[in-house]
């Protein structure tokens, strides 16, 4: 390992994140692949202001892991990044990957989100490494996040296997202390053509197959002596088995107790553990969510603790292992004197994606929905989403709907899909729509950037990831081109326009897209007068407040609205929804 660094460089706070792509660049990577989503985005953000090397958004996971053994076949060090729900997009190139190996070292980096900060599920990817047959190895602080990553590169090349970097929201967003080292000098590869090794025919893939259980035996030998393991001896009436970042809560809360970290969790050094257990009173596992080392432990026959007492779900804390391994009672909330109402998540003022759920909600409209901002619009008091379950899926979705339903369920079916997520894979479900003659209307979105996750470029943008300009793809173009004779181009914020292109769409025979476009509000840098209500001609209806804007106001004693000029964008919607034009630009509330 390289966890000494000859020359003592700078040491500072990092986020994880950043770590992982500091010890990305050390470690002598020279070509990143992304799509951005969070908890994972800012590592190949971060590696791409590295000098001398090549990073790219992708236009989906799938994509970039490709891209990823592309660049490894050609000999190049290759860094993966992707959030845990996207290595199910990339799951298929993954899963042979593991078979072909590789020729310059490639690293998979899953961050895993424990209580769905910003995910619609809660995957455990350390299951990957069982089934795809991976080396998974877990840090536990920034530090850490660097050294292994710097680790994995080598251990990719020398086990000629992808190497899977588990994180998860806590560690990739939490700031530690970190000391940066050298950049390795890494020339490139040398390429050798090789189809037994590279083309995966039947016959070829079954002898990689052999090679894959020749590796993991390897592995099983590694993990027994590697370094990303030590045992921490301390009492030894409990004994805890930890990995990642409740290894930290682990030591915050029993600073006594003997701790077997762990940094490889696939496979697991059964020899190291059962040392371990055998000189123990009482073992526990602790790790969140899926219960992947205890079950290997009960397997193996060793007595552990785990989940019995341990939540499946959620995040861990510090306090939830005070409360449970020594009975200590959390403190009693500090309790206000007054209640607070509740801040749900909500759009931006001025964001365009307000207009469209107005709309649709007011229309009683079936809306199948997609990942990104605009998911925020099934939340009262917009609420005007019906579903959504993955990127791409609200295409899809309409189109099962209509099936299922008849041709009637398309007159009143609406699919919803942000720019970047079409890109990501809402093309192929269009196709599909074209090509099995379905009704259904879509909508796309298109605010001009990757919004949710930090107004990341995609190829419609027509820039890159050190935004230099580059080709943009033509929605408009695209779409006709996938056989979508119907397709027209709306501002989102006009909604008498928007409802009149609703209801001639669905009334169409046949598919047909309308492109919302306006920019996101928060890269719109032209300066807007703020909305003002003239107290004499509002009504009271409260039409303005059921638009769900920060920027709009309810005052209970006098029973009017008001407008925030702070936080009001001039976007004009509420000016659009009102009926007795009580709201004008200019003025303050």
């Known amino acids: ?50 000098e001398g090397v090549y990073a790219e958004w992708s236009p989906n996971e799938k994509v970039a892991l490709e891209v990823g053994f592309g660049a490894s076949l050609g000999g190049a060090r290759t860094l993966v990044t992707m959030k ?34 910003s995910s619609q599920n809660e995957q455990d990817n350390r299951g990957y490494g069982k089934f795809a047959k991976l080396l998974v190895i877990e840090p536990s602080d920034s530090q850490e996040a660097l050294d292994f990553t ?13 190497v899977m970097l588990r994180v998860t929201t806590r560690l990739c967003h939490s700031q530690s202390l970190v000391e940066e080292g050298v950049k390795q000098d890494r020339p490139l590869k040398e390429y050798k053509k090789n189809e037994a090794k590279y083309v995966m025919l039947p016959g070829f893939a079954r002898l990689r197959h052999v090679e894959v259980e020749k590796r993991m035996a390897s592995l099983r030998e590694y993990v027994e002596n590697s370094p990303l393991n030590r045992i921490e001896w301390g009492d030894r009436t409990k004994g805890i088995i930890t990995s990642g970042v409740t290894y930290q809560y682990v030591r915050e809360v029993m600073r006594e107790v003997s701790v077997l970290k762990l940094g490889t969790v696939n496979p697991l050094p059964e020899k190291l553990i059962r040392e371990f257990a055998a000189q123990v009173d009482k073992l526990y596992v602790i790790e969140e969510l899926e219960p992947v080392i205890e079950d290997q432990l009960k397997a193996w026959g060793i007595e552990v603790i785990g989940k019995s007492i341990l939540p499946l779900t959620g995040e861990y804390s510090p306090e939830l292992l005070e409360e449970v391994l020594l009975g200590v009672t959390p403190p ?9 109402p509740p801040r749900p998540p909500l759009l931006c003022p001025g964001c365009p994606h307000r207009g469209v759920f107005h709309v649709l909600k007011r229309k009683r409209l079936t809306v199948t929905g997609d990942i990104g901002c605009y998911t925020l619009g099934a939340l009262k008091p917009l609420g005007a989403m019906d579903s959504t379950l993955c990127m791409g899926a609200s295409i899809g979705t309409a189109l099962g709907m209509e099936k299922a339903r008849g041709p009637e369920a398309s007159r009143r079916t609406v699919a919803v899909i942000g720019d970047s997520t079409f890109v990501h894979s809402g093309i192929t479900p269009l196709i599909d729509t074209v090509y099995n003659q379905g009704n259904t209307t879509v909508m796309i979105l298109d605010n001009g950037t990757t919004a949710m996750t930090g107004h990341q470029d995609h190829p419609a943008t027509g820039r890159t990831i050190k935004k230099s300009e580059t080709s943009r793809l033509d929605l408009e173009a695209l779409v006709k081109a996938i056989g979508i004779n119907r397709v027209r181009k709306v501002d989102p914020l006009k909604t008498g326009e928007l409802e009149k292109a609703l209801d001639e769409e669905l009334a169409y025979e046949g598919p047909s ?37 920060t920027g709009v106001y309810w005052v209970e004693e006098e029973k009017k609205a008001r407008i925030n000029p702070d936080l009001c964008q001039g976007c004009g919607l509420c000016a659009e929804v009102c009926k007795f034009d009580a709201v004008v ?5």
């Open 1 to 50: 390992m390289h966890f000494q660094k000859e020359v003592k460089l700078l040491k500072r706070l990092m986020i994880g994140n950043q770590a992982i792509a500091r010890g990305a660049y050390e470690a002598g990577v020279t070509v990143a692949t992304a799509y951005p989503g969070t908890p994972s985005t800012e590592i190949v953000d971060n590696f791409s202001k590295f």
């Open 332 to 340: 009693a909330a500090y309790q206000l004197e007054e209640s607070i």
């Open 585 to 589: 630009e200019g003025g303050s509330n």
């Open 150 to 162: 710097r680790e994995a590169f080598d251990l990719s090349e020398q086990f000629d296997t992808p």
């Open 84 to 117: 845990h729900v996207g290595v199910n997009v990339a799951a298929d190139p993954l899963y042979t990957l593991s078979y072909t190996g590789v020729n310059g070292g490639l690293v998979l980096v899953s961050a895993d989100d424990p209580g769905m900060h």
């Open 513 to 549: 897209v309308i492109l919302a476009t306006r920019p996101c509000a928060l890269i719109d840098k032209s300066v807007k007068t703020p909305m003002f209500i003239i107290e004499d001609k509002c009504k009271s209806c409260k039409i303005c407040i059921k638009l769900g804007c």
